[in-house]
């Protein structure tokens, strides 16, 4: 897809922010372009610039953004972002306003990626798409707590995958790709643990 091309190529700019905040363009697609931009291995602000993009094409403050003001897209867009900006999952979108007084963020301001994420979920709760990529995210959160949380790595997913047996709005091989990784964490789960 075109615009996956380019968002690998240029970066993240107002074209990309556009197309993140696309409602034709499909959740696995807006995840693939999250995706082409890459992990951070050091806390970026890319989430952070793109709320100010959502705050700008609404004529609004950034701290004015609320949960409840995001469609789906740029819930899970956000999310999916600050996820990627910060692997530990300990950030609020806000980082670079640290020295500013909590009070004076926003709701989305002071967001992490998983209630971001969450609140796509409630806006579109039918979405595969989304749905897989909170479980991604709840996985790594499993994953970082350390070896005797890893079987919620495979569960966290497992369960997405059950719970949308036929309705999956993503490329089957990508669905692959991950299961094949994830499934090895399968082994930190006792029998019990498992539905089959």
């Known amino acids: 897809v075109d615009i996956i091309t380019y968002a690998s190529v240029y970066g993240l700019d107002d074209q990309v922010f556009r197309n993140l905040s696309n409602p034709n363009i499909t959740h ?21 610039q793109y709320l100010e993009y959502i705050a700008r094409s609404r004529s609004q403050q950034p701290s004015t953004i609320t949960l409840e003001m995001l469609t789906a897209a740029e819930a899970l867009a956000l999310g999916y972002l600050l996820a990627m900006d910060d692997p530990t999952l300990e950030s609020a979108v806000a980082v670079a306003n640290r020295s500013r007084s909590s009070s004076s963020l ?19 709760p039918e979405d ?4 897989f990529i909170r479980s991604l995210v709840r996985a790594q959160q499993s994953l970082r707590a350390g070896i005797g949380n890893w079987c919620a790595v495979y569960q966290n997913v497992f369960s997405v995958l059950k719970d949308f047996p036929r309705q999956r709005n993503m490329r089957p091989e990508a669905i692959d790709m991950v ?15 498992i539905s089959r």
């Open 106 to 124: 926003g709701q989305v301001q002071r967001a992490n990626a998983l209630l971001l994420l969450d609140a796509a979920v409630v806006k579109d």
């Open 28 to 48: 696995d697609v807006r995840a693939a372009i999250i995706n082409q931009l890459g992990f951070s291995v050091e806390p970026s602000q890319r989430a952070n």
């Open 179 to 193: 299961n094949d990784y994830i499934r090895g964490y399968r082994n930190y789960c006792n029998s019990r643990s």
């Open 128 to 131: 595969f798409s989304i749905a």
